[in-house]
Nanobody, 121 residues
Framework: VQLQASGGGLVQAGGSLRLSCAAS????????MGWFRQAPRKEREFVAA????????YVVDSVKGRFTISRDNAKNTEYLQMNSLKPEDTAVYYC???????????????WGQGTLVTVSS
């Protein structure tokens, strides 16, 4: 499956962005999906995951209550709605496809190319 992330940009602290990840190739609805991010001079970290059905989601504590992951299987697209953004959210955000529990532990089968989110203070 091929993944194309978009929606990044520059936003002030407290603002919002919505990232999108369009999938093509193998059946999108058969994959659990996720988002990861990599901040400057840091390792890539898991952010959020969603089951193939959309029935279960998981987000890390640092973004809980601010970020929401969702998907639209009819459009082969997943989303990450990011509200109340903080400067520490600045990173390249990657969408991924794979297995829900493995993504929560940091792994994925397929990766998108990344989209840069910059939050100014």
């Amino acid at each position: 499956v091929q993944l194309q992330a978009s929606g990044g940009g520059l936003v002030q602290a407290g603002g919002s962005l919505r990232l999108s990840c369009a999938a093509s190739g193998r059946t999108f609805s058969g994959y659990d999906m996720g988002w990861f991010r990599q901040a400057p001079r840091k390792e890539r970290e898991f952010v959020a995951a969603i089951r193939w059905s959309g029935g279960s989601t998981y987000v890390v504590d640092s973004v809980k209550g601010r970020f929401t992951i969702s998907r639209d299987n009819a459009k082969n697209t997943e989303y990450l709605q990011m509200n109340s953004l903080k400067p520490e959210d600045t990173a390249v955000y990657y969408c991924a496809a794979g297995y829900y529990t493995i993504m929560i532990r940091g792994g994925a089968n397929y990766w998108g190319q990344g989209t840069l989110v910059t939050v100014s203070s």
